[in-house]
């Protein structure tokens, strides 16, 4: 438990002489340095708009949620710090479809390029292409309760509402190319104008070149000339027209929508992935220099990366989505996950949902004083994340608890019809409290167990003396001709006392051994339903990593 209480303070930031903003979290020192930011730049605090932009061109995974959770935990944190605040979710839905996702259906060849607002939804339940991979991401947040305003482009490029911007970015597409060469070395927007028009010819976006614009008639002139996509050559269809900035039949680069964006909305904060450092550049300068907006304060964060060090794509087809993980664990520990920390890339894989689902309850034992943190900072800190991965809403009372490998012990074993019965049979003989959150952890185990086997063996780094390593030598021997689990309880005391060992410091290395944890269930009933051969396994393991004391 200490071992995993300090790592979790260093990550939210360690003790210091600081006073405890907010919670004490990384979230309350961002809201706190946001406030602090917007009232030197003299704008109003009545209302603090964050913001976080999601594609909708494929299957969301857990990386498409760290930005708008994190986004709202930053409104929530303005909130606790006495500032009404609101989320705004900008679906990037004029987007080109550049590729197909991995396990979408080939026939979406014939749309690729077109906005993915304009493409019919291959699985006939939403009204577009878009619509669908949206609702996977509002779906999971409303089931978190992440609460959020939505904007999506094809409504606010086709209502108008950008069209001074636009306007704005237009004339001044000269300069702006410039700065982008010179920023980040990209010359295209020096021979082509800032403004992707959707081809009336072949309903794609992207393969149109902007090349003049009426400034009285608020109309981009192009001809589709096509281009190339991640090597793949997308020949234009040789189409000349006009597009009207007001009529949705056209949509920004990133290089500057962000900025239009951020002055439309009156945005205060934006995170964004390293991957978009150049893009978030320049857009602060359009934003300051040609819209006249004093750009968001930003956060800049890390990927999640799958198992083999690589970044989440849908193309490649290596997503892990949100939907999944719940199948496995509750929201809470998405949310940690996810909170935890704000900087530093983080492998994300199903194996993690065990510890996180473990140190979710840990959490809670901290928040409800079942543990002790002598620290005042890291208690605030470690508290205020509990209360944060509730969305401020946490549970009035603790619930009872359980080790995620203890319940694998139990379901890996139990009748497939009787789960439930089974488990409190189980629990009661273990002397362990039992409630409908411990139960229904025990369906979420099991099907974890379905879906990726085995866990891995525990990986504790305990310190053993000579005396505890021969101790549990002998209750291995006496486990495995054992009559019953009484038999084994007694030889734990027995072998402890034999040799001076505190009996409690012996069941605290025994349950580090086993379960990663100082305490557990009742040890002998445990011992003897599983047998000897795990603690067996785990005490050669610690004779490999050399952890024995002499």
Same mark, same amino acid.
């Given at each position: ?384 994340? !509990? ?138 009933? !445990? ?24």
């Amino acid at each position: 438990m200490g071992r995993i209480l300090w790592e979790l303070g260093r990550r939210l930031g360690g003790p210091s002489g600081r006073p405890v903003i907010g919670r004490g979290t990384w979230l309350d020192r961002v809201a706190y340095r946001l406030i602090e930011r917007e009232r030197r730049l003299g704008r109003s605090l009545d209302l603090l708009r964050v913001e976080s932009g999601i594609a909708a061109s494929g299957i969301p995974h857990i990386g498409n949620l760290s930005d708008p959770a994190r986004a709202y935990g930053v409104a929530l944190a303005l909130r606790g710090l006495g500032h009404n605040s609101e989320m705004i979710l900008f679906s990037d839905d004029m987007d080109g479809l550049r590729s197909i996702p991995a396990g979408l259906p080939q026939t979406l060849k014939d749309y690729l390029l077109m906005p993915v607002s304009r493409i019919p939804d291959p699985f006939g339940c939403h009204e577009s292409y878009a619509d669908h991979m949206l609702s996977k991401m509002t779906d999971v947040l409303d089931l978190m309760g992440i609460e959020y305003k939505l904007y999506r482009a094809r409504e606010v490029y086709g209502s108008g509402l950008l069209s001074d911007t636009i306007n704005e970015v237009l004339r001044n597409s000269q300069r702006i190319g410039e700065m982008i060469k010179s920023m980040t070395g990209q010359e295209k927007f020096l021979s082509e104008l800032l403004y992707y028009p959707v081809c009336k010819g072949c309903g794609r976006i992207y393969t149109a070149r902007a090349v003049a614009y009426d400034e009285g008639r608020r109309a981009v002139r192009y001809v589709c000339k096509g281009i190339e996509v991640k090597k793949i050559m997308h020949e234009g269809c040789g189409y000349e027209g006009w597009s009207y900035v007001g009529d949705g039949d056209g949509k920004l680069p990133w290089k500057v929508e962000f900025a239009a964006r951020w002055k439309l909305l009156d945005i205060r904060f934006e995170a964004f992935g390293k991957d978009l450092i150049d893009s978030v550049r320049v857009n602060d300068w359009v934003s300051r220099n040609i819209l006249g907006y004093e750009p968001p304060m930003h956060v800049k964060y890390e990927h999640f990366i799958d198992v083999g060090g690589k970044k989440f794509s849908k193309s490649a087809g290596n997503v892990f989505s949100p939907q999944e993980w719940l199948r496995y664990a509750p929201p809470q520990t998405l949310l940690l996950l996810i909170f935890k920390r704000s900087v530093g890339a983080r492998v994300v894989s199903p194996r993690l949902i065990p510890r996180l689902y473990d140190e979710l309850e840990r959490l809670e034992d901290i928040y409800f004083g079942r543990v002790r943190i002598e620290d005042e900072r890291l208690r605030a800190k470690l508290r205020g994340l !509990y209360e944060y991965i509730h969305l401020l809403r946490p549970p009035q009372k603790p619930r009872a608890h359980a080790p995620f490998r203890l319940l694998a012990d139990i379901v890996s074993i139990a009748p497939q019809d009787q789960l439930r019965e089974f488990t409190i049979r189980r629990l009661q003989k273990y002397g362990i409290a039992y409630d409908e959150y411990l139960l229904d952890k025990a369906e979420r185990v099991r099907r974890y167990l379905e879906d990726f086997g085995e866990l891995s063996p525990v990986a504790a780094a305990v310190e053993l003396s000579e005396a505890e390593r021969q101790a549990i030598e002998e209750i291995v021997g006496v486990a495995e001709g054992a009559r019953d689990g009484e038999e084994v309880q007694s030889a734990i005391f027995d072998a402890a006392r034999r040799r001076g060992i505190d009996p409690p410091e012996l069941f605290k290395k025994i349950y580090l051994l086993l379960l990663d944890r100082p305490h557990g269930p009742r040890l002998g009933p !445990y011992l003897f339903d599983i047998g000897p051969q795990r603690l067996r396994e785990a005490l050669l393991r610690l004779s490999s990593r050399s952890h024995v004391q002499n």
